[in-house]
T-cell receptor, first 116, second 109 residues
Framework: GAVVSQHPSWVICKSGTSVKIECRSLDFQATTMFWYRQFPKQSLMLMATSNEGSKATYEQGVEKDKFLINHASLTLSTLTVTSAHPEDSSFYIC????????????FGPGTRLTVL | GQNIDQPTEMTATEGAIVQINCTYQTSGFNGLFWYQQHAGEAPTFLSYNVLDGLEEKGRFSSFLSRSKGYSYLLLKELQMKDSASYLCASMDSNYQLIWGAGTKLIIKP
């Protein structure tokens, strides 16, 4: 149980285009979903936290107009990277929390974005 | 400020035991997590400690001392597949995970 999927697993796009990444909890309802970004050999950096039906809370330094997050249901959250640039190339990982006793986060497999 | 410290890299021999240390300073504390991350993949959950002491789970054990802000992950009977990065993360008072940079563990035959 507690499986989280992401789609696509990798994407290559041209600079200036927008890319949408989906995160789904397959067998549980996720009260909260988290979006992380990880550059090579660096730690996961939390970008934003989203609760179903409400606006996402963005971490300091993350542009909310550039990284659009929608958490429309208890099983789906989307991250849209708008007007992507090469510096946005990274590994984007989502995680979902069930709100259990210790709020363990279950991670999706990640999406590798390369912007040319 | 919030801070997680763990060694950047460690090397161990197949079949041996290795201990990966982690010290943390976070605003509030709601538990200490260890994750394993293979290159190019997302982290996978290994352990969670919120009370002092040792939690054993097969070849992996995790220890916590809240008074010292210290945890370690102990890996026994090392296998080549254990070569990975091990991430320590502390959950703060807002239930957000504060991540360490990870310890790259290299297993040699």
């Amino acid at each position: 149980g507690a499986v989280v999927s992401q789609h696509p697993s990798w994407v290559i796009c041209k600079s200036g285009t927008s890319v949408k990444i989906e995160c789904r909890s397959l067998d549980f309802q996720a009260t909260t979903m988290f979006w992380y970004r990880q550059f090579p050999k660096q730690s996961l950096m939390l970008m934003a936290t989203s609760n179903e039906g409400s606006k996402a809370t963005y971490e300091q330094g993350v542009e909310k107009d550039k990284f659009l997050i929608n958490h429309a249901s208890l099983t789906l959250s989307t991250l849209t990277v708008t007007s992507a640039h090469p510096e946005d190339s990274s590994f984007y990982i989502c995680s979902a929390s069930t709100g259990s006793d210790y709020n363990e986060q279950f991670f999706g497999p990640g999406t590798r974005l390369t912007v040319l | 400020g919030q801070n997680i410290d763990q060694p950047t890299e460690m090397t161990a021999t197949e079949g041996a035991i290795v201990q990966i240390n982690c010290t943390y300073q976070t605003s509030g504390f709601n538990g200490l997590f260890w994750y394993q991350q293979h290159a190019g993949e997302a982290p996978t959950f290994l352990s969670y400690n919120v009370l002092d002491g040792l939690e054993e789970k097969g070849r992996f054990s995790s220890f916590l001392s809240r008074s010292k802000g210290y945890s370690y992950l102990l890996l026994k009977e090392l296998q080549m597949k254990d070569s990975a990065s091990y991430l320590c993360a502390s959950m703060d008072s807002n239930y957000q995970l504060i991540w360490g940079a990870g310890t790259k563990l290299i297993i040699k035959p």
